[in-house]
């Protein structure tokens, strides 16, 4: 097997708004957000941080369809 890139997965999500991509990295999560119309913004949670971010999401939005 051929390692073609050692970047990490990168997801993304796409709304009429713009687009948020994700990133996991071996100390957290990377987040960048592109705005139409507006420069991006980038963001670097540490591991912590992540884990409260997933746990108040999941508080808050559990259940409910996208």
């Given at each position: 097997?051929?390692?073609l890139s050692t970047i990490p997965p990168l997801t993304s999500?796409?709304?009429?708004?713009g687009r948020l991509h994700v990133c996991p990295m071996p100390d957290g999560?990377?987040?960048?957000?592109e705005?139409?119309?507006i420069s991006s913004q980038?963001?670097?949670?540490s591991?912590?941080?992540?884990?409260?971010?997933?746990r108040?999401?999941?508080e808050n939005?559990?259940?409910e369809d996208g």
């Open positions: 097997m051929t390692v999500f796409w709304t009429q708004g999560v990377y987040l960048s957000v705005r139409h119309g980038e963001l670097t949670l591991r912590e941080q992540a884990l409260d971010l997933l108040l999401l999941q939005f559990a259940g």
